[in-house]
Every structure is written in C-alpha cells, then in structure tokens.
Nanobody, 117 residues
Framework: QVQLVESGGDLVQPGGSLRLSCAAS????????MSWYRQAPGKQREWVAT???????NYAGFVKGRFTISRDNAKNTVYLQMNSLIPEDAAVYYC???????????WGQGTQVAVSS
C-alpha cells in the first residue's frame, strides 16, 4: 500500500522558515512527479510546487522565490523549504505523487503549518 507521510509542520513567526518533508513508500519513487499542495481553512486546496522525475521545478506565483522544492531519490523523500513565511501561508500542506499511467495521484495526510506572532 502506497504511503506518503508528511512531517515538519509547526507554528512559526512571520518571516520564519520551515522545512517540510514527505517520505514515500511502496512506490517507485523516481518515476513519480512530486508536488506540494496546501489548504487553508475555508479555502480550496491549491497547488504550491512540483518537481518532476528529471528534477525540473515549477512554483505557484504566490511562492515568489520564497519556497524551494527538492527531492532525494535515495531516501524516497521530497522536501519543501519555506522561507519568509507570512500569515497567508498558514495551511495544511499535502504531498502528492503523480504519474501519467496512474488514474489518480497519491496523497499524504497533511502537515499543519501555522504562521503567527
């Protein structure tokens, strides 16, 4: 059974940093594009960033150079380094694994990020 387990969420002050991790198991990690999404209370889930199998990265506009997605294929783990956090970044962050030949992507359970002074 495929599992994606996020960790690293916490309460931070505005301007602070966090590094989220997502550990994948029971899938051929190197063949999946990995993404981060987030969902704030009362809002729809939104895409944050993606890293492809070849390491190409793409980011949502609101990231504005503050976040960096990376992957360690040896550890089956994808990361999201978040800097210069603002209150609007507060949300549950979800990891997503997708591949063209799979009908539905895999999702993790989420990790909570709170940004407040």
């Amino acid at each position: 059974q495929v599992q994606l387990v996020e960790s690293g969420g916490d309460l931070v002050q505005p301007g602070g940093s966090l590094r989220l991790s997502c550990a994948a198991s029971q899938l051929t990690f190197i063949t999946y594009a990995m993404s981060w999404y987030r969902q704030a209370p009362g809002k729809q889930r939104e895409w944050v960033a993606t890293i492809t199998t070849s390491g190409t990265t793409n980011y949502a506009g609101f990231v504005k150079g503050r976040f960096t997605i990376s992957r360690d294929n040896a550890k089956n783990t994808v990361y999201l380094q978040m800097n210069s956090l603002i209150p609007e970044d507060a949300a549950v962050y979800y990891c997503n694994a997708a591949r063209r030949d799979t009908k539905y992507p895999y999702w993790g359970q989420g990790t909570q990020v709170a940004v407040s002074s």
